[in-house]
């Protein structure tokens, strides 16, 4: 077995008996590094002395520390709040390496008073360029899932923008309604991740319907035109964004479950049970979705008024019903990306808006105002955002490829990947 044991502050990594709150007030990170490669299970391995540790917050660095003999170091923290743990890989053993993702860093929320914890995979230096192939598995499965969340937002987005030409920049913030509300059914009222989750889409549908009905229909009414209303959506985004940080605060904050699971190894690639559920809770929703527009009447009245809303009029279609439909089917698919990705990762108050521009690329990739365009963009994006950092790209940069892909499609083909010609003029 290669791997090694890192205790300290996570709450994004879950908590054991010795993270609970100690009697002191004291908050502190105590770090117990140990090479447990070669060790039988239930064996316990060698401590790593000599390694040194940082631990930052948005300040700078706040404490460090050197394991000991025993592999521990304790270093103290001011109080509760998100912190940065980094290893110094410069003083593990020279066979070793970390491997993971987050490499050796990990960003926590100490949440409670006492010891944390958090994990630091090790692997033997020799094997690391046996296991590329793996890693790039690991990364393409894990593209798939995030393309497809993306796709969930890109199908809602494509839908409203293909029944109504609106560009709506405040989508982004429909993916963080959906997070922020799983987090306050989840947290605030202690419901069940499940159940949090269902009662959220619900929820997010209804939002949709009434920004439909209070917003955008008025405005349609009144033939605002779409630059008018690209630009209310835009001011509207910076009003949804600004009572989220007013209510739910600046902080990352984690659900109650599924925070931290053992991955299950399948064949070359591993995953954990949230990320199978994740993938196929999306797969399953974009799968009823798209058979629904394909075969119900309701989905092919939206189709008849995404080609032409003047001639499914005068056919009798009431459009101004059909759109709401949209608005609510879409907002309900983008709330529950919302959801997918605050089990998938944290939840924050701009975690739509850091999705938005891939939204935005993905559906353009594809080409505008086609559904399945947006769902194939969503999945190039998807795996060439998790893909790039095994090939060589820092992960702070992750999403240049995914836009660079964006600007060589769109140079050859500028209606996107599924997009039709059209001549203007």
Known sequence: ???????????????????????????????????????????????????????????????????????RASIPIPGLGSYTVTVDEDTLPEDTQLSGEGGNERT???????DMRVQFPIADERAAGAGFVSKLMTGAVSGVKFGLIIGLAALGLSMVFGTTGLTNF????????????????????????????????????????VQERGLWRPLRRRGTGLVAMMIVSIGFALFLRNVYQYVFGGNTKS????????????????????????MAIAFVAIALVCAALMTTRL???????ADNPALASSSGLRVDGVIGSVWIVGTALTGLAGVLLAVDQQVEFQMGFKMLLLVFASVTLGGLGTVWGALIGSMVVGIMVEVSPVLGVPAELKYTPALLVLILILLVRPQGILGRRERIG
């Not at 791997?3 to 770090?31: F, H, K, M, R, W």
Request: a negative charge; glycine letters at 16%; aromatic letters at 4%.
């Open 1 to 71: 077995m290669l791997g090694a044991i890192l205790l300290g502050a996570g709450g994004a990594y879950g908590t054991s008996p010795a993270a609970l709150p100690s009697e002191s007030s004291d908050n502190s990170i105590t770090v117990v590094l140990i090479d447990t490669r070669g060790t039988e299970a239930g064996e316990s391995g060698k401590p790593v002395p000599d390694v040194d540790i940082e631990v930052s917050d948005d300040s700078g660095t706040v404490g460090e520390g050197t394991t000991d003999e025993e592999g």
């Open 108 to 114: 926590v929320n100490v949440v409670i008073s006492g």
């Open 170 to 209: 405040s989508h982004g913030e429909l993916i963080t309604f959906g997070g922020l509300v799983v987090y306050g059914f989840n947290r605030g009222l202690g419901l069940p991740v499940v159940l949090a989750g269902i009662l959220t889409v619900i929820v997010s549908a209804g939002f949709g319907w």
């Open 255 to 278: 659900l109650s479950q599924y925070v931290s699971q053992q991955r299950v190894s399948l064949g070359p690639i591993s995953l954990a049970p949230k990320e199978m559920a994740i």
């Open 299 to 305: 989905g092919k009245a939206t189709r008849a008024v």
